[in-house]
């Protein structure tokens, strides 16, 4: 049984800073790649950054120069610091993870989503 848990999400004013984090547990043998996606009420899901079990990093264009997605290892968690923020990036955001598990089948697990709101 694999677990994300996703925080760090809130209400902030435009040009305003936060850090989103999600934790991976339970049966994990590996984490091979991570993202996040966000999605706004009307709209689809789209991918924000995505960073392989290497380090290399994929941005949307839209937040490019602005967020960064990085990762620690040794404790399954990925995170995403979001800087000058705008309300174009008012949305829930979703935690995403391919993992491995001990029985040695990878799936992709989601977690359950946190908003974030931006205010002009």
């Known amino acids: 049984q694999v677990q994300l848990v996703e925080s760090g999400g809130g209400s902030v004013q435009a040009g305003g800073s936060l850090r989103l984090s999600c934790v991976a547990s339970?049966?994990?043998?590996?984490?091979?790649?991570m993202g996040w996606y966000r999605q706004a009420p009307g709209k689809q899901r789209e991918l924000v950054a995505r960073?392989?079990?290497?380090?290399?990093?994929t941005y949307a264009d839209s937040v490019k120069g602005r967020f960064t997605i990085s990762r620690d290892n040794g404790k399954n968690t990925v995170y995403l610091q979001m800087n000058s923020l705008k309300p174009e990036d008012t949305a829930d955001y979703y935690c995403?993870?391919?993992?491995?598990?001990?029985?040695?089948?990878?799936?992709?697990?989601w977690g359950q989503g946190t908003q974030v709101t931006v205010s002009s």
């Open positions: 960073i392989s079990s290497g380090g290399s990093t």
């Open positions: 339970g049966s994990i043998f590996r984490v091979n790649a």
């Open positions: 995403n993870a391919n993992i491995l598990t001990h029985t040695y089948f990878e799936y992709t697990y």
